[in-house]
């Protein structure tokens, strides 16, 4: 989970660049059991002096932002009074000289820090922090969805069970399937909710998942009916009117050669697209 938590703090920098057009971008996540952040993705540098620079709380620019759990910017990095001056070698090697600091929050909890950065003195403005907190917010999003995802597996996950147990597991399971196919269309980043899917089918597995083949909305559907949901309830956690969830039940139904929901969820299982 801390390398992919990893990836998305790097996918935060390269949108933070983008959004701000700022040239420099580094961060990192908060280490386990440790109230420090170790700088692990750069973008935009020019030498490695951050690379793996242990931020504790409360120090630097980064440290404050996440003491304070609030964005923090200088003008003038070694110069600034409001703050302390512990990393001040590894910002000059660099040649920083303005530089703002997001701590990235998911549920109260600081998760990591972006960084952005000039080469020289200068207000960074107010449309520039804007989009550097933009940018720490969709990691915040992306980070919530990973842990969720990372949850519904754990929850997911069959453990050894007694034969009476394996029923309750197995729909353990399929819950969790319903629940991350319900998830991926609310997610805004296309990699993401690929990756997303890819988990959720990672519970699915059967005998022939080519023997049918059914759109994305309709195994969707089909999940949810088989964690019990009605149509109305299917309807709800997928975001769309219960008159189309009726909709993509029939054509799957069609598809799959079956008369009733019962059916249909049976045929679905045989074909390798629901757990």
């Known amino acids: 989970m801390e390398a992919a938590a990893a990836v998305e703090i790097g996918r935060g920098l390269v949108r933070l660049r983008r959004s701000t057009g700022l040239p420099v971008a580094f961060g990192?996540?908060?280490?386990?059991?440790?109230?420090?952040?170790?700088?692990?993705?750069?973008?935009?540098?020019?030498t490695d002096a951050l690379r793996r620079l242990a931020v504790a709380a409360g120090n630097g620019l980064g440290g404050k932002a996440v003491a304070l759990a609030r964005p923090c910017a200088v003008t003038d990095y070694s110069a600034s009074r409001q703050i302390s001056h512990e990393y001040d070698a590894?910002?000059?090697?660099?040649?920083?000289?303005?530089?703002?600091?997001?701590?990235?929050?998911?549920?109260?909890?600081v998760r990591g820090v972006l960084y952005g950065a000039l080469r020289n003195a200068q207000p960074l403005g107010d449309r520039v922090l804007t989009a550097a907190v933009d940018a720490a917010r969709d990691v915040e999003q992306a980070l919530v969805v990973r842990d969720e995802v990372q949850g519904l597996l754990e929850a997911a996950r069959p453990g050894p069970a007694a034969p009476d147990e394996r029923g309750a597991a197995w729909e353990q399971v399929r819950e969790a399937h319903a629940a991350l196919r319900a998830l991926a269309p609310r997610i805004g980043?296309?990699?993401l909710r690929a990756e997303l899917l890819d988990a959720a089918g990672l519970l699915a597995v059967g005998a022939d998942p080519r023997a049918v083949r059914l759109a994305p909305r309709e195994v969707d559907v089909l999940a949810c009916v088989a964690a019990g949901a009605t149509n109305?309830?299917?309807?709800?956690?997928?975001g769309l009117r219960a008159e189309t969830v009726k909709g993509y039940l029939r054509s799957a139904m069609r598809k799959l050669g079956a008369h009733t929901r019962?059916?249909?969820?049976?045929?679905?299982?045989?074909?390798g697209l629901l757990p």
């Open 28 to 46: 990192g996540l908060l280490e386990p059991g440790r109230p420090r952040v170790r700088i692990s993705e750069l973008n935009g540098t020019a």
């Open 90 to 109: 590894a910002v000059a090697a660099e040649g920083l000289c303005a530089v703002v600091a997001v701590p990235v929050v998911v549920r109260r909890r």
């Open 189 to 191: 980043d296309p990699a």
């Open 232 to 238: 109305a309830v299917a309807a709800g956690r997928l």
């Open 262 to 271: 019962g059916e249909a969820v049976v045929a679905a299982r045989r074909a």
